[in-house]
């Protein structure tokens, strides 16, 4: 089946960017995402990636896929406190297998 | 660890019917649950906050009338599709967090697949 793993915590200062990295054993999808979860709120996508791209830049944010090595990683570029939240990798299948989320801490 | 249950896992029905699906967290209680849809080969899309005890959230753009939403207790939440139409066609996914907390997980149901012909 297919795994998909993250580290589990980040704790990083305003103003510095912060990278949430993300590994998974098989994707046959054409998308991978990421989704922000606010406390006590539901999942939100954030941003994508197409399998074919190895990267792609939104506003603050940069998503960079291998492949090769089945990583995939977000940058938040000036990290603010309203950034702080969980982050989770999601990579299709036969269904959506999410990792188990990487808590950013953003400190003033 | 925590578990997610849905039922159906999946459903076929006619068009103009209407279609509950079940969300129960198993062994532990959820004063909060989430609905999602995904239509295929597409991301996740969260239609709604269930909030037991009170009326859920819906998301922009999502119908109210047409989500019935009920969180009747702290282990149960339902999802009516009213009047279904092809187009609600989809996969309806619903998930718990364990707690109110920063470091709580979220566990995910298994889905309920709708076709509606």
Redesign the interface.
Known sequence: GEDVEQSLFLSVREGDSSVINCTYTDSSSTYLYWYKQEPGAGLQLLTYIFSNMDMKQDQRLTVLLNKKDKHLSLRIADTQTGDSAIYFCAVPNNDMRFGAGTRLTVKP | GAVVSQHPSWVICKSGTSVKIECRSLDFQAT?M?W?R?FP?Q????MA?SNEGSKATYEQGVEKDKFLINHASLTLSTLTVTSAHPEDSSFY?C?APTG?G??N??F?G??TRLTVL
Not at chain 2, 43 to 46: G, I, N
């Open positions: 909060t989430f999602y995904q080969k991301s996740l899309m969260l906050t996914i998930s109110t920063w470091y997980e979220q995910f298994p889905g």
